[in-house]
């Protein structure tokens, strides 16, 4: 399957500062990418949906003002979590859309660990 | 999306296969049922997805009932490697993917 990258795997930081998570497609060209968040013995929950060139479609109840998401290339997602607070600390995972002639499927990264202090 | 619905546990022996329910009564006729999986602290793997046809490939096989209102995941000869979390997502091609509680699988020797 198609490979999708996340950095960096996990990261630690103090209250109030930003932190930036890239999201990447390795072998593939992705128009829209998607941020989800999971916290502890939960589901992944989406946050938003990031396409390329436009600007991200927020789930209600996600601050976009707080959860900056910029896609602007085809294989490049970046998500800032800004002014981070200890309820911030969570498991967030991308997910990339491959779609093609025969195929539309969304690849997940591995995802990145991060705890505010 | 339609909603799915799985048992939130099952056990299966290392060796045998595991057969994996989900319930997509409410499944429009353009959403496709898709299988991931997701092993402690790890992004979800995909596995598989179908429309109407059952699937095949190196890792399961999906059957999907003649009515689409339910659906069942096999692994052919389950290792301890596939202890993890199942979900079944019905969605449209492209769509955001709504994951519910899925089944965790715990494979034991």
């Known amino acids: 399957g198609a490979v999708v990258s996340q950095h960096p795997s996990r990261v630690i930081c103090k209250s109030g500062t930003s932190v930036k998570i890239e999201c990447r497609s390795l072998?593939?060209?992705?128009?829209?990418m998607f941020w989800y968040r999971q916290f502890p013995k939960q589901s992944l929950m989406l946050m938003a949906t990031?396409?390329?060139?436009?600007?991200?479609?927020?789930e209600q109840g996600v601050e976009k003002d707080k959860f900056l998401i910029n896609h602007a290339s085809l294989t490049l997602s970046t998500l800032t979590v800004t002014s981070a607070h200890p309820e911030d600390s969570s498991f967030y995972i991308c997910?990339?859309?491959?779609?093609?002639?025969?195929?539309?499927?969304?690849?997940f990264g591995p995802g990145t660990r991060l705890t505010v202090l | 999306d339609a909603k799915t619905t799985q048992p939130p546990s099952m056990d299966c022996a290392e060796g045998r296969a595991a057969n994996l329910p989900c319930n997509h009564s409410t499944i429009s006729g353009n959403e496709y049922v898709y299988w991931y999986r997701q092993i402690h602290s790890q992004g979800p793997q995909y596995i598989i997805h179908?429309?109407?046809n059952n699937e095949t490939n190196e890792m399961a096989s999906l059957i999907i009932t003649e009515d689409r209102k339910s659906s069942t995941l096999i692994l052919p000869h389950a290792t301890l490697r596939d202890t993890a979390v199942y979900y079944c997502?019905?969605?449209?091609?492209?769509?955001?993917?709504?994951f519910g509680g899925g089944t965790r699988v715990l494979v034991k020797p």
């Open positions: 997502i019905v969605s449209l091609a492209g769509n955001k993917l709504t």
């Open positions: 997910s990339a859309r491959e779609a093609g002639f025969y195929t539309d499927t969304q690849y």
């Open positions: 179908g429309l109407k």
């Open positions: 072998d593939f060209q992705a128009t829209t």
């Open positions: 990031s396409n390329e060139g436009s600007k991200a479609t927020y």
